[in-house]
């Protein structure tokens, strides 16, 4: 370390002398003008070929002589050291981002996956749903789609669901909502092509709805009854059934005389008009059935009832113009009269029997019995017409 040193100190004094040396050689010159111009180029080259010599020796000082030896070259390796950890950091920076990238189309990737996963999890969700509306005409609430036509029709038949339940199907002679649901059943069965026996089966049912407002009030509330019969809820199919037996008789007097018909076009129109004219229909129509009831059923000692739920000029007429076609019915024999008063009855029976509590009947029987009954019904009212409704 002390020869090196030593050595530095001689190759400082030896550029110094040097350089001193062309200092003075030139300051000889100008005071004297004896020395040529030829003297002059060779002090200059000499000069600048120890001045290289100095350099190359410098370099080859050992780094950490450098840093003891001289503070500025020591800061200036300090600054170098700074910038080569930045671009370190900056390298590492972009590695990171590298990374995350590869996260995010990994994550990406894993979402696409679950995503695949669950299209068929869904489709079976949605299909399992359409397999139990079909027989129970019940959708789970609690059920969510992502895929926004099978939320839709959820959605759709949910709203049908609840009037169906409710009875209340003038619903859908005021609203589009059949026309709706339908639409979007075939917009799935499109767009996925979606072969389904249930969502066929429910979309037929729909359609035949739909084609079955169009019906006499009573061929439509047929309709329905059965259709609540068939899936088990036999309370709902009892109330419509025992709605139809006097609307049928209703609809049929109206043709009985033009007297006849206005009076019952009268009574109609303020029902329409009444605040609670679905409960006014249900009285006009039980009125109707009790008064044939007690009319044309001979097994009975009750007392006879007139056809309105209250007096009115019209009942006379209406009891003379029935009794006429009673009698006619008697003498061909077919006993017509007889066979629906008596499925009045029946009805009467099982209604009685189910609103009240401890029933003694099981299910499958009253089922049957409530089956028998709309065959009856579809005999008497819609192939024979017995009334001429």
Known sequence: MVDFQQQLEALKDSLTNNMGTGKDSTQEDEE??????????????????STTKISEKII???????????????EILQVQELHHLEERVTQLEIQLLNLEEKNI???????????????????????????????????????????????????????IS???????????????????????????????????KSLNNIQNILIEMKETLNKPSYQK??????????????????????????EYIVTSAQ????????????HLNRIDCSQTSRRAYYHFYKSASNFFYTQFNTQTDEMETTFF???????????????????????????????????????????????HGNNQRYYHNISYEIEDVLIDFEYLAIRKNFLGA
């Open 255 to 266: 043709n009985l005389s033009g007297h006849a018909k206005d009076r019952i076009a009268f």
């Open 309 to 355: 739920p209250y007096k009115d000029t019209g009942n006379e007429e209406i009891e003379l113009q029935f009794k006429r076609m009673f009698q006619s019915n008697k003498r061909n024999k077919a006993n017509l009269f007889s066979l629906y008063s008596e499925m009045i009855y029946r009805i009467k029976i099982i209604r009685n029997d189910l609103v």
């Open 32 to 49: 004297k003008n004896s020395n040529t111009e030829q003297k002059k180029d060779l002090q200059i080259t000499n000069d600048v070929e």
């Open 60 to 74: 080859e000082i050992p780094l950490n002589i450098i840093e003891t030896s001289s503070p500025n070259l020591q």
């Open 162 to 196: 609840q009037n169906i339940l409710a009875n209340s199907f003038r619903f859908f002679e005021k609203d589009f909502i059949l026309e709706e649901t339908i639409q979007i059943g075939i917009e799935i069965q499109e767009t996925y092509n979606l072969k389904s």
């Open 221 to 246: 509330n047929l309709y329905f009854a059965k259709f609540l019969n068939e899936r088990g809820l036999i309370l709902n199919a009892v109330a419509m059934i025992n709605e139809i037996l006097g």
């Open 105 to 159: 189309d990994s994550i990406n990737n894993i979402k696409k996956e679950i995503k695949i996963e669950e299209e068929p999890l869904e489709f079976q969700l949605f299909i399992s749903m359409l397999d139990i509306y079909l027989y129970s005409v019940v959708i789970n609430p609690k059920l969510q789609f992502q895929t926004p036509l099978y939320h839709q029709y959820k959605e759709k038949l949910t709203i």
